[in-house]
């Protein structure tokens, strides 16, 4: 994950193309990383089994690792194999830099100094992001200490990694009292918390969404292309309701919606986290407690 990070950070500042970047790219998605993919090709597990772990994620907010284990596929022992054979995401990308001559070590290594003090990341940042452990780099980019809010936008973020995109991008967070889109799907949870859970874009950035968790091409943002993103909201959604009722708290999940060229408007924060996506912005948001309407 850290190349993508590191990738797109060098693109902007001119140091590589992205005709460089996505060689790279295209060079590391060569070697298998998912775990189950590595377990297949290890014979420790059936593709059967693999497909059935990757399934239970979509209800139970869980690494493929654990559940492995939780089902007996898989002792502890094994599971730890498969990480260290998985290899350290940022040594795979320096190596793959190195090997298709984009870059030398030593500029790796300047650059890597640049892009620290660029993003104002403190050492441990940095050692979370060279980590690719998405539960160390989420906190980087929210505030892990909000009530609800962060634990619901990092649920999300690691949903969007199992079941839409591993190769995303997070930008920090912002808040807003209003927030205008193009396309918009949504979703409302009541009960003893009230939250709004949304993805927006500008344009069609929502394809990037849709396509992935519905394994369809869609040629334009249609119904049915705003079903499947809603599909998803409504699938992550439900392994937070559940999540919160572990600790007796009830919510409600309203049927998910959309909605085109409006905008949200609140009296109280709304939360906004960018993520690049396939080279286009999807906006995830996030409003607890607070009446918002949409203009």
């Not at 194999?81 to 984009?102: E, R, T």
């Amino acid at each position: 994950m850290f190349g993508h990070y590191m990738g797109h950070y060098l693109v902007k500042k001119g140091k590589i193309s992205q005709s460089s970047l996505d060689k790279i790219v295209k060079h590391q998605k060569s070697n298998p990383t998912k775990l189950g993919s590595i377990a297949v090709a290890e014979k420790l597990l059936t593709k059967k089994q693999a497909d059935e772990i990757n399934d239970l994620q979509k209800e139970l907010d869980q690494r493929f690792g654990d559940i492995a284990v939780a089902k007996g596929y898989l002792l502890t022992e094994e599971v730890n194999y498969l990480l260290n054979k998985q290899g350290n995401h940022f040594i795979n990308f320096v190596q793959a830099m190195s090997d298709n001559n984009v870059m030398t070590i030593e500029e790796i290594e300047q650059e890597l100094e640049e892009y620290q003090n660029d993003g104002g990341y403190s050492q441990d940042d940095m050692e979370a992001l060279k980590s690719g452990d998405i539960d160390r780099i989420i906190p980087l980019f929210i505030d892990p200490y909000v009530p609800y809010t962060s634990d619901c936008i990092s649920l999300t973020i690691r949903n969007i990694i199992r079941f839409i995109n591993n190769e995303i991008i997070l930008n920090p967070y912002y808040k807003t009292k209003e927030y205008s889109f193009g396309n918009l799907a949504f979703q409302h949870l009541k009960g003893h918390q009230n939250i709004f859970v949304g993805l927006g874009s500008k344009g069609n950035e929502l394809l990037s969404v849709a396509e992935p968790f519905a394994k369809e091409k869609f040629n334009t943002l249609d119904e049915d292309s705003f079903d499947a993103v809603c599909e998803f909201i409504n699938c992550s959604n439900g392994l937070y309701a559940s999540k919160l009722s572990e600790e007796d708290i009830h919510i409600d999940m309203l049927p998910p919606l959309f909605d085109r060229n409006k905008k949200l408007v609140s009296r109280e924060d709304i939360f906004v986290l960018p993520i690049l996506i396939n080279g286009g912005i999807v906006d995830l948001i996030v409003a607890l407690n607070c009446p918002i309407s949409i203009e």
